[in-house]
Nanobody, 117 residues
Framework: QVQLVESGGGLVQAGGSLRLSCAAS????????MGWFRQRPGKEREFVAA????????SYADSVKGRFTISRDNAKNTVYLQMNSLKPEDTAVYYC??????????WGQGTQVTVSS
C-alpha cells in the first residue's frame, strides 16, 4: 500500500512562494496520474492541479492557473507543487493523491499553508 507524505507547508506573506513536496513510499507513483487538492477553512476539499504519469500533461484549477506549477520526479517517487504569488485565499491544508482508474485512491495526511495579508 503506497503511503504519501506531504511537506513544505508553512506561513508566508501574501505575494510569497512555497514549494510543496509529496514523497511516496511502499509503492511507485511513476505510472499514475498524481493530483494536489486543498481544503480551505470551512470549505470542502477542492482540486488544485494534476499531472500525467510522464509529466507531459498538466491541469489546474482556474483559481491557481498561472501561479502554481505541478511537476514530478519519478526517479525520486515525488511530486511537487510550486506556489507563487500566494494570496490569503490560498490558505488551506494541501493534500496530494494518486489516481487509479479515474479515482483518487491514496491520500497523504496534508500540509498546512497559511498566507498572511
Amino acid at each position: 500500500q503506497v503511503q504519501l507524505v506531504e511537506s513544505g507547508g508553512g506561513l508566508v506573506q501574501a505575494g510569497g512562494s512555497l514549494r510543496l513536496s509529496c514523497a511516496a513510499s511502499g509503492g511507485t507513483i511513476g505510472s499514475y496520474v498524481m493530483g494536489w487538492f486543498r481544503q480551505r477553512p470551512g470549505k470542502e476539499r477542492e482540486f488544485v492541479a494534476a499531472i500525467s504519469w510522464r509529466g507531459s500533461s498538466t491541469s489546474y484549477a482556474d483559481s491557481v492557473k498561472g501561479r502554481f506549477t505541478i511537476s514530478r520526479d519519478n526517479a525520486k517517487n515525488t511530486v511537487y507543487l510550486q506556489m507563487n504569488s500566494l494570496k490569503p485565499e490560498d490558505t488551506a491544508v494541501y493534500y496530494c493523491a494518486r489516481q487509479i482508474a479515474g479515482r483518487y485512491d491514496a491520500w497523504g495526511q496534508g500540509t498546512q499553508v497559511t498566507v498572511s495579508s
